[in-house]
């Protein structure tokens, strides 16, 4: 299996902050990652696939980049509604992984 | 707008079988890959496997050996089988739709806490 890696595991930042988390995965997956936004009680919403799309109705300032092994979701302009646990999940090979998650606190 | 709504036994004691539906509405199944995916505080989010209309799988292959996935074409719904399950299958299952082949997961149910107790 492919083990995708995030940190840090937590966050805290201000309103306004560039926010930036980082997956690394085991093996190379190309440009196979997906990045999902978790609230308290809520599944899962996918915010950016193949890497760097965002999905429809995603603000902009959530960006994806990366290749290869190593992957970033940054988020330009922290909002307070962008509180959540943040996870990657690459598709490269079955079974599909996810990272733990990281955490995203206002401070 | 597609929804997925899921139903299942929340309560089960060791070694009995899990059994989870999930209904589609606002579209059909053909054209996507119907997954069902678990979240676990110890172990985060687990793919369990996926099916598509045509009754095409696929398994973590940790699980395999006792998972079933089914489509049920005319009631526009997928179902989990689990059986022999521990405490380690308590967790919350979420069913999802996945375009195609692409193992990007676009709609998510709302999720079934399963517990495994004696």
């Known amino acids: 299996d492919i083990q995708m890696t995030q940190s840090p595991p937590s966050l805290s930042a201000y309103v306004g902050d560039r926010v930036t988390i980082t997956c690394q995965a085991s093996?190379?997956?190309?440009?196979?990652l997906n990045w999902y936004q978790q609230k308290p009680g809520k599944a899962p919403k996918l915010l950016i696939y193949?890497?760097?799309n965002l999905e429809t109705g995603v603000p902009s300032r959530f960006t994806g980049s990366g290749s290869g092994r190593n992957f970033f979701l940054t988020i330009i302009s922290l909002q307070s509604e962008d509180i959540a646990t943040y996870y990657c999940?690459?598709?490269?090979?079955?079974?599909?992984?996810f990272g733990l998650g990281t955490k995203l606190e206002i401070k | 707008q597609v929804q997925l709504h899921q139903w299942g036994a929340g309560l089960l004691k060791p070694s009995e079988t899990l059994s989870l539906s999930c209904t589609v509405s606002?579209?059909?199944?053909?054209?996507?890959?119907w997954g069902w995916i678990r979240q676990s505080p110890g172990k985060g989010l687990e793919w369990i496997g996926d099916?598509?209309?045509?009754?095409?799988?696929n398994y973590s292959p940790s699980l395999e050996s006792r998972v079933t996935l089914s489509v049920d074409t005319a009631k526009n719904q997928f179902s989990l089988k689990m059986n022999s399950v521990s405490a380690a299958d308590t967790a919350v299952y979420y069913c999802?739709?996945?375009?195609?082949?692409?193992?990007?997961?676009?709609?998510w149910g709302q999720g079934t806490l399963v517990t495994v107790s004696s």
């Open positions: 999802a739709r996945a375009p195609g082949y692409s193992g990007k997961f676009v709609s």
């Open positions: 606002g579209g059909s199944l053909s054209d996507y890959y």
């Open positions: 099916i598509n209309d045509d009754g095409d799988t």
């Open positions: 093996h190379d997956i190309s440009n196979a």
């Open positions: 193949d890497t760097s």
């Open positions: 999940q690459q598709y490269e090979d079955l079974p599909y992984t």
